[in-house]
């Protein structure tokens, strides 16, 4: 996989690659805008993160013209401006997600391994998670058989998790989704519901479904993810 | 009328200082007339009995006893003239008396004796039984072997009457000299007030959100179009500092998000690249959570930067707010759970404001919060919502420890933190309620806390509720 980053700002651009790399993506860095437009028109990259205050050419108008080209590539914005009237500008403009400087790097991976998948969200209307059904048109959840009754939320939390099955999803992503912008910076709600939903999903049966990824998220998962 | 107004205060001493100099004129005038014109009566009367006196020391007195009383007679005639006129002798006999005037205000006859030290001349006031007031002049003669006493007397009923009427015009003329000043004045002082209720209209409309507004200034160039001048300019300095402070806020805040993201990158990137020494790792693991709360205040700062420019509210749309709690505590209700606190919802009357939904959520969320952090287990947290006149109020109490008296006024200040450690111990940016204070204001109503004796507090939040249709 390989990752176009679009960061003027050295420091930041480094810690990205470097994190990038780690993970075994392939990365390339440019400057400033105007570079960053002849490098994403030169090379098919999977995947671009773009600063939106950027010399010589702003963010915006970089993804404008980059999605004039090619329509398909996924992007992430990063910005240090989160004003609701930015966010609407720049997915207007083509921005696939949105990411608010300071964000933790682990926010930053998720986010962009959801993208990069994003084609395999679960769109079925029964999904099923080794013994765990999930039936989405009645809103009924059976594991091994037996119907567990789940509140609105804790059934909202559980089918945004099992839509994603085995993709790690951040606590912010799990607000934003499954709760609203107003409960940001309130992530321990997450843990709180997620606590509940392993008391009556997980707790009574010997095979764990939902796990815990250390300082990122929770995924849902057959197997234990690392 | 306001009795504290200047333009009441104005009339009344107006008016005050009016009567009493009113008052003062009237007697001063009363009294010098009453004075002058007894002065002028008594001049006369002296003067004639000087006249007498001298006729009765003259020759022809002493060789016709009749001259004296026909020349008295001749020359004063004071039946017709309401005089009265009476020549004793040493012995107490009558050498002379007038006969009684011809409107009958006194008979001579009754008129009392003069008793007093005899004296070559004076005066003397008397009252006879008709109550009418004779003022007498006596002069003493010493002719050959005998004494004389010679009276003169007028009546002073011209007088009287003269004063009796300038004291009715005074009484009479006193009110409607007062009332046509009062008025004079409550015309005079609201014209010339209009222009200050003109200005505190002016300056009521100026909030913090419409500091580029400023106060009419008028054509004239009196006291007021200077004030008005002069607090415009105030206002003109006061709204270029406050947009310094909201810039300032703003342009800090975007400042501090980039070395914030390097810093809680590089730190990331090392506690999780390597196998670190426990030591280097609890140490990173502790600037990481700092990094992180720093995080949390520059977000929060940001966000009431937002809020104070007007930035943040985007929509304004009809919402039932009652509906809005009720599903947001919904949304949150398992917070209170696993703490045991029963979360009671007082939500079924219809409150309707306009507003940003997502705002007026994040305030309900705040204080939910807020509530559930400082009760403890088994504790007991209320939402209601309801309309008051044409107030929306929102209650949010709760069964915790309540805020000191000392600190209540404060905990919606900025990073006020009401109990240091433990604040700390549940880590809040010391934002939240400011943040509930500024969408309030946002929305053009106001937050409140007190203390619910024996335990907990409650905020109120008071919202304008939205024009009926």
Known sequence: MRILLVEDEEKVARFISIGLKAERFAVDAARDGQEGLEMATLNPYDLLIIDLMLPKLSGTELIRRVRRQNSGVPIVVLTARDALADKVANFEAGADDYLTKPFAFAELLVRIKALLRRGAVNRANVIQIADLEIDRLAHQVRRDGTAIKLTAKEYALLEYLASNAGRVLSRTMIVEHVW????????????????????????PFPKKLIHTVRSVGYVINEDVVE | MNSQSIHFRLIVWYAGV???????????????????????????????????????????????????????????????????????RGDGGLVFLSSAPANHSFIPREVGAFRGTPAPSGAYQVTTPEKTQLLIATQRIHVGSEDYLVEVGGTLAATEQVLHGLLMTLLLGLPVILGVVIAGGYVLTKRALQPVQTMMRAAQEITLSHLGRRLPTLQSDDEIAHLAVVLNQMIARLDESFQNTQRFTSDASHELRTPLTIMRGELEALLLGRSLEPDLRDALGSLLEEVERLVRIVEGLFALSRLDTGEAQTERVRLDLAKLAETTADQMCLLAEVKHIDLIRETSQRVEIEGDRARLKQLVVNLLDNAIKYTPENGRVALAVRSENSTALLEVSDTGPGVSEVALPHVFERFYRADEVRSREIGGAGLGLSIVQSICAAHGGSVTAANTPPRGCRFTIELPLAPRN
């Open chain 1, 180 to 203: 609203d912008q107003s409960f940001e910076g309130l992530t321990n709600i997450v843990d709180v519901y997620v606590r509940q939903l392993r008391a009556k999903i997980d707790e």
């Open chain 2, 18 to 88: 009016l009567l009493v100099v009113l008052i003062g004129f009237g007697a001063f005038t009363y009294t010098t007339l009453r004075f002058f014109s007894k002065q002028v009566l008594q001049e006369t009367m002296d003067h004639r009995a000087q006249k007498i006196v001298e006729l009765l020391a003259s020759d022809a007195a002493a060789q016709d006893p009749d001259y004296v009383p026909r020349e008295i007679v001749k020359r004063y005639d004071p039946a017709a003239n309401d005089r009265f006129v009476r020549i004793t």
